[in-house]
């Protein structure tokens, strides 16, 4: 390649879809709840990782893991809670 050409090099194929933002409040969202144990966190990570798969022109993977780890948060959280209650009253 000569001088000319490098300077008018372009990559065949570029990304051009940025990272949510919205994807990444949801994944520390849900990284926060594991930590804080917390239900309230885990949905919170869900509804926000939702509404982050909703944009077509971002990437999806924090979003995509936020809504895993919410889930699996939500519902481990919630289990817990049922079992200890339904401990103390009968």
């Given at each position: 390649?000569?001088?000319?050409e490098l300077i008018n090099y372009t990559p065949s194929k570029v990304d051009t879809k940025e990272s949510s933002t919205?994807?990444?409040?949801?994944?520390?969202?849900?990284?926060?709840?594991?930590?804080?144990?917390?239900?309230?966190?885990?949905?919170?990570?869900?509804?926000?990782?939702?509404?982050?798969?909703?944009?077509?022109?971002?990437?999806?993977?924090?979003?995509?893991?936020?809504?895993?780890?919410?889930?699996?948060?939500?519902?481990?959280?919630?289990?817990?809670?049922?079992?200890?209650?339904?401990?103390?009253?009968?």
């Open positions: 390649m000569n001088q000319d919205l994807g990444l409040v949801a994944f520390l969202l849900s990284l926060a709840g594991i930590i804080a144990f917390g239900f309230v966190l885990g949905v919170a990570a869900l509804i926000c990782g939702f509404v982050a798969l909703q944009d077509k022109n971002k990437k999806h993977g924090l979003a995509t893991a936020a809504v895993v780890i919410g889930g699996l948060e939500a519902f481990f959280c919630g289990y817990l809670l049922l079992t200890a209650q339904s401990r103390l009253f009968f």
